[in-house]
């Protein structure tokens, strides 16, 4: 039994490492056939691992969410909220477009009931909601931008991007144009 479940680890492991490689390589469409050859297991292997395609993503990109996670809670008590929040939103909006398929792993699927949360945006939303909160008592958001709303900006501005000749230029140039509004103050 113990073997098992060490081969199993094993399994796990080998599978995700070549995942990693395949998403940089091809994006949130890698092939899961590809990656169960890559990693010497049947495909009926890798769906134990990760039932679904998001599941898998979730997995790769575990990792940068954390990190993610970590620079909210590092922002949430800084002197600025304002600042702190756009501090965040630059490090999603870099984290977004520097890794393919993040984007993906980031979209809300509306389709899907409430037993299937988007597990990476929900993490993101527990560390970013005080930052989110801040910045809106401060006044520099208002009251009704959620986090999810600021996950979507930044995933559609990935997307958007990811074929552009330099994504993260781009990406950052279009952050900061929403940031700014399109209309001036009159």
Request: charged fraction near 25%; glycine fraction near 4%; include cysteine.
């Amino acid at each position: 039994m113990t073997a098992q479940r060490a081969d199993a680890r094993r399994n796990y492991a080998r599978i995700l490492a070549v995942a990693e490689e395949e998403v940089a390589a091809h994006g949130a469409d890698a092939s899961l056939e590809q990656i169960a050859r890559t990693a010497g297991v049947g495909s009926a292997t890798v769906r134990r691992h990760f039932p679904n395609r998001r599941a898998l993503l979730e997995a790769v990109f575990s990792e940068r969410i954390q990190a993610l996670c970590t620079r909210a809670e590092e922002l949430a008590d800084a002197d600025d909220p304002r600042a702190a929040l756009l501090d965040w939103l630059n490090a999603l909006t870099a984290y977004a477009t520097s890794a393919r398929g993040m984007a993906d792993a980031l979209l809300q699927d509306r389709t899907a009931d409430e037993d299937h949360v988007n597990a990476c945006s929900a993490r993101l939303s527990g560390a970013v909601d005080p930052l989110l909160h801040r910045a809106a008592l401060a006044g520099a958001v208002t009251s009704d931008v959620t986090t999810a709303d600021l996950i979507s900006l930044v995933t559609g501005i990935a997307l958007a991007t990811e074929r552009h000749p330099d994504p993260a230029a781009e990406a950052s140039r279009l952050l900061a144009l929403t940031v700014r509004g399109v209309s001036p103050k009159g």
